[in-house]
Every structure is written in structure tokens, then in C-alpha cells.
């Protein structure tokens, strides 16, 4: 793993800690002895944490760049994994590798897995009993944590029922994702573009939230499944 800023390297090593400070992805704790200290000047403020202590607050400055507040150790921290390690605000740094490859928008969690497979399932979806969309060619993701997302083509898409939003999101599976408003509800769909290697499958095909309409599978109505987008 390795970070940058100001166009240089601050931290890189092979020995990367994974910590679950939130449920759904890990963040990267770099082993001190891995990270330029003359980057590190401390600020003499501290940020409590119930389950990791007490830190101590950095700013990180390389080459003429300076990120505020961007960095963190818990010297006594009462998870002793943690003790001897820096970790980094994601944002706060320029780019972020794993080897050769940049990771973009939070770290990779090794327990989430993305399958795209091809079907001939029958989907139709509905937006306040309008049929927004209806195909036998879906191809169906599956993401560790999350329900089965249908990607449908845009020639079984009712395009004249989308208006494009400016909302955009990253995934550091899939990529940006575009979002339209469905028959005047707001960000009911979104597509990839140009997606990750590991994505291509669904590229430029449409996906809709299940949780926030009405989807048939092989004319059985799902129910709306609930998750932390519902």
C-alpha cells in the first residue's frame, strides 16, 4: 500500500493494518516505521475514540502540499494491534495504491466479492405503476452485503421517462456512476460508464433501486429489499 501527497510517496509498506472503523469498508493503518516522519508535524491536539483511545492529531506536509489534521496514531491505544501505527484521512491525500493499481474512493474490504452473470430472467420495473423498464436480458449483480442489482439494457428502458441528474458516485468495485430521475422521483437509477476492469459487464447498462420501487422477476413481485440506501 501507498499514499501520496504533493506528488510524493508519505507512506508505503507491505505490512498494511485493515481496521474496521465502520461497518462497511476498512481503513489502512501503515506501520510508523513505513511512513516519512518529516511528513508528520503534530498539531498538540488529540481526537478520542470509545474504542481506540485517545490519538494523537498530525499534519502531513510534502513537497509544497499540506493536509490539515490528516493523520492519526494511538500510542496507547487500548487495542494494542493499533500502537506503532499512522493512519491517514482518505480524502486529505492525493492517491492511494494497492501495488500498481489506484484505489479510489475508500479502501477495498478483502470480504466483498462482485459477480456479474448473464440471464434471461424476465425483469420489469415499475415507478408509481408506470413501467419504467422490461427485458429478458438482464445481467445480475451480485456484491457481498447487498441485494441482487438487475442491469438492463437502455433499449429496454424507458429513456423518455429519465431526466439526467447531476449526482455522481464512486465505488472502488465499479467505479462513477451517473444517476437519472425516474418519472420525476429523484436518483432512481444510475449506470457505469466506463467501470472498473473487474465491472466491465454492466457498463453503459441501467440499474434501478429496488428498495425505493416495484421490481418483477419472472412477473413475481419482489419485496423491497432494506438496506442502508432504503
Request: glycine fraction near 6%; proline fraction near 8%.
Amino acid at each position: 500500500m501507498r499514499t501520496y501527497l504533493g506528488g510524493r510517496v508519505v507512506a508505503d509498506t507491505t505490512s498494511a493494518l485493515l481496521v474496521w472503523e465502520v461497518p462497511y469498508y476498512p481503513a489502512y493503518y501503515f506501520p510508523a516505521d513505513d511512513v516519512d516522519a518529516s511528513a508528520l508535524k503534530p498539531t498538540g491536539a488529540t481526537k478520542h475514540s470509545p474504542s481506540r483511545g485517545d490519538a494523537v492529531v498530525y499534519t502531513v506536509t510534502s513537497g509544497t502540499a499540506e493536509a490539515k489534521d490528516a493523520a492519526l496514531s494511538y500510542p496507547e491505544s487500548p487495542l494494542e494491534e493499533i500502537r506503532g501505527h499512522i493512519r491517514f484521512e482518505w480524502d486529505a491525500m492525493d492517491a492511494w495504491f494497492e501495488e500498481d493499481e489506484e484505489v479510489f474512493t475508500h479502501p477495498r474490504d478483502p470480504y466483498t466479492r462482485v459477480d456479474i452473470l448473464p440471464s434471461q430472467r424476465h425483469v420489469r420495473v415499475e415507478v408509481g405503476g408506470v413501467t419504467v423498464a422490461d427485458s429478458r436480458s438482464p445481467r445480475i449483480l451480485f456484491e457481498t452485503g447487498l441485494p441482487p442489482r438487475y442491469y438492463l439494457p437502455k433499449t429496454d428502458v424507458r429513456l423518455d421517462l429519465l431526466e439526467s441528474s447531476d449526482t455522481v458516485t464512486h465505488c472502488p468495485y465499479k467505479g462513477s456512476a451517473q444517476y437519472w430521475t425516474v418519472n420525476g422521483e429523484k436518483d432512481l437509477a444510475w449506470s457505469y460508464r466506463t467501470p472498473l476492469p473487474e465491472s466491465e459487464k454492466v457498463a453503459g447498462l441501467i440499474a434501478f433501486y429496488d428498495e425505493k420501487l416495484d421490481v418483477y422477476v419472472d412477473d413475481v413481485l419482489q419485496p423491497r429489499p432494506k438496506t442502508k440506501f432504503s
